[in-house]
């Protein structure tokens, strides 16, 4: 008995030792926590009951020259039912009226929203997807069906808001609009305006302190923000929407025509440099054309004939050779270390001058004149491509800008071919944008602008920023060489490679281009053509400059060159923009007077201020001026055909009778 006990006593105070040291844990747990620890879990729990939200800023729009919206940010909403928050009651009440309101909105059938809401009750289910992508007002005509009225949590309605962007004109001009996007925890991407100016566009958000109260829901802890929300900036782009929507239907017409791979087309204002349309289009494989890469900033390559403005402008300004200077094309192929550079045209063009060369884009003339000035200096004919800023990039405003590539005669790259290679557009690697700029100077009388696509930044009615003209070269070439090039320019579509363009309405100039691309890869099997035309109108005073480029061609027809293919688009974008853009309609001579007219409107008011009491004679006057006279007379006049008056109803002589009808025969 004694042993038992003992034993008993022994477990007793075992147990009492574990509780001690239980107790010490405890406490020291406790002591750890409190001071500690203590610091991480107070925060942790405030964390979880108060916490800062977002206030997301609203972000600026973006808007064309002419006003009209491009980009816009609009409120996008989901519904969602927590089908547990009702009581049963207040559920089987309002699923009946709630489906049939939600069939009316949203199209389906009220037995397909009533066995859905119903599946979700039974599943316990409370995030059920009601709809997505909802306006503000199905939003708030949604909000208020029954149940849904009663709120979170009597009627279990779930609203989640996100902000989505919207281009209001489609898909024109997309790809220079651009978009900003989340790639990853922290990151962001983008493409255009939308990236290049968005430290303007997106605003800076705001924060506010809330509370959690239940069932997620939070609360504001007070009426004023922690943060105030700062909104974005608006931007004012140089896009005429007009303009944009003719550019870009009528490379898509020619894109469509040639099956062409891909395209681009860029109108430029001479004298600022803002790019009133640009449009960059791609193929899909169903056949359809859609805004991809922006090829006219992006895309590097080489650009064929359009590049021999190069070596004319060169000429000249060394002196090396005149407009008037003769060239032989020796039968349409020269060649140079065994390679052969010929002409399009078969046999060549015999002897003719160097203008007529660059009219005619002979590629023996233009190489003959570039080799025989520049063999023995060739550094000196790639300083003035170098100077005319087209060995480097134009450093604009959207990221992805192409590299240009001019060789230069100390490189390891440089060959005998390399000379007159350059002269007719190969072995170089330009962008259009590169291309445009410079013959936008020989139209700016040798100023050279950068081009831009935004003009202000804007706070509703107050200008934050505006974007003004940068010039690149003051001065790319004497005011003599310029006038030179302007008639040559002129005359290549007056009677050279454009003349399928050339119109009496209304007056152009450029430069046709067709350069094989690909040639040197794959032993050939990859090449193909790329068809351009660059240039600017009207010729006398030149507002607009525009490039056109489009990529692989069909050849079926044997009809890929730049006049074909490119061309057309040109001289659709001048005839449009002359005829129907209202910023481009003026009444010119309107002060200017017309004897016949003149004439004309003395005899009607001459007879108009006799106080006449009998009808008069009318024949041979032009019928509205009869029609006019007689009404005022209070005849009621009616006529038929048109032209002057060959007859009249009641004779002339006869006494007035006020509301008489009297009828005229036109002729």
């Known amino acids: ?31 750890n926590i409190q001071w500690v620890e203590g610091e991480y879990y107070r925060s942790l729990a405030k964390e979880r009951t108060v916490r800062n939200f977002v206030i997301p800023a609203n972000k600026g729009n973006i808007y064309s020259s002419d006003g009209s919206l491009l980009a816009t940010s609009i409120p996008n909403y989901e ?22 309101s939600l069939a009316l909105v ?59 962007r919207e281009h209001p004109i489609g898909k024109i001009a997309e790809r220079t609009i651009g978009y900003e996007r989340k790639v990853g925890e922290g990151t962001f991407d983008g493409k255009g305006i939308e990236w290049a100016y968005r430290d303007y566009l997106n605003g800076k958000d705001g924060k506010i302190l809330k509370q959690k109260i239940a069932k997620g829901q939070w609360k504001p802890i007070r009426d004023i923000n922690e943060v105030d929300p700062q909104d974005g900036y608006d931007v004012i782009s140089t896009i005429d929407v007009y303009i944009q929507d003719i550019a870009h239907h009528a490379l898509l017409k020619q894109l469509q025509e040639y099956e062409a791979d891909h395209g681009c087309v860029v109108v430029m204002e001479t004298k600022t440099g803002a790019v009133r349309a640009i449009s960059n289009l791609g193929r899909a494989q169903d056949g359809t054309y859609y805004e991809t890469t922006n090829y006219a900033v992006a895309e590097s390559h080489e650009p064929g004939s359009t590049f021999k403005l190069v070596d004319l402008m060169a000429l000249l300004e060394d002196k090396a050779a005149d407009t008037s200077s003769v060239y032989d094309s020796k039968g349409g192929e020269i060649r140079y270390s065994g390679k052969a550079v010929r002409d399009s045209h078969k046999g060549g063009y015999g002897k003719i001058s160097l203008a007529r060369g660059f009219e005619l884009s002979s590629n023996t003339v233009m190489v003959q004149a570039v080799y025989e000035a520049y063999k023995d200096n060739p550094s000196r004919f790639v300083n003035h491509i170098n100077a005319y800023g087209l060995n480097k990039k134009l450093n604009m405003d959207f990221k992805g800008e192409g590299t240009p590539y001019i060789p230069q005669p100390s490189s390891k790259r440089w060959s005998n071919i390399s000379l007159p290679w350059m002269a007719f557009g190969y072995g170089v690697s330009v962008t259009p944008m590169q291309t445009l700029a410079y013959y936008n100077a020989v139209a700016n009388n040798g100023v050279m602008v950068k081009p831009h696509f935004v003009s202000e930044i804007k706070e509703w009615n107050k200008t934050i920023k505006k974007i003004e003209t940068e010039v690149i070269n003051p001065k790319i070439c004497s005011q003599e060489t310029i006038l030179k090039l302007k008639e040559v320019l002129k005359n290549v579509v007056k009677k050279g490679t454009g003349s399928k363009l050339y119109t009496k309405e209304f007056s152009m100039a450029g430069k046709t281009g067709t350069a094989q691309v690909n040639y040197s890869k794959d032993g050939g099997a990859g090449k193909y053509y790329a068809s351009s035309f660059v240039g600017f109108f009207p010729v006398d005073e030149p507002k607009y400059s525009c490039i056109v480029v489009v990529h692989k061609p069909s050849t079926v027809n044997n009809n890929y060159y730049g006049a074909d293919v490119a061309g057309p688009v040109f001289k659709r974008i001048a005839q449009k923009i002359f005829t129907d853009v209202p910023s481009t309609n003026e009444i010119k001579n309107i002060n200017k007077k017309i004897p016949k007219q003149e004439q004309s409107y003395n005899t009607y008011f001459a007879t108009l201020q006799k106080q006449q009491t009998k009808i008069p004679n009318v024949k041979g006057m032009p019928g509205m001026d009869a029609v006019a006279l007689l009404e005022n007379l209070g005849l009621k006049v009616r006529a038929k055909g048109l032209g002057k008056v060959k007859s009249q109803s009641l004779q002339a002589g006869q006494t007035i009778v006020k509301n008489t009808a009297i009828m005229l025969e036109l002729m």
């Open 1 to 31: 008995m004694a042993v038992e006990e003992k034993y008993i006593s022994y477990r007793m105070y075992l147990v009492a030792f574990v509780i001690f040291l239980m107790a010490i844990a405890i406490a020291v747990k406790l002591t």
């Open 79 to 100: 519904i969602r039912f927590d089908a547990l928050a009702p009581k049963a009651e207040v559920f089987e009440k309002n699923i009946a009226a709630l489906s049939d």
């Open 106 to 164: 949203l199209g389906k059938s009220s037995n397909y929203f009533q066995n859905e809401l119903r599946r979700a009750r039974a599943t316990n289910n409370r995030y059920y997807l009601i709809s997505r992508n909802l306006s503000y007002t199905q939003y708030i005509q949604i909000k208020n069906f029954p149940l849904f009225k009663l709120g979170a949590y009597k009627g279990g309605i779930i609203v989640e808001q996100k902000t989505v």
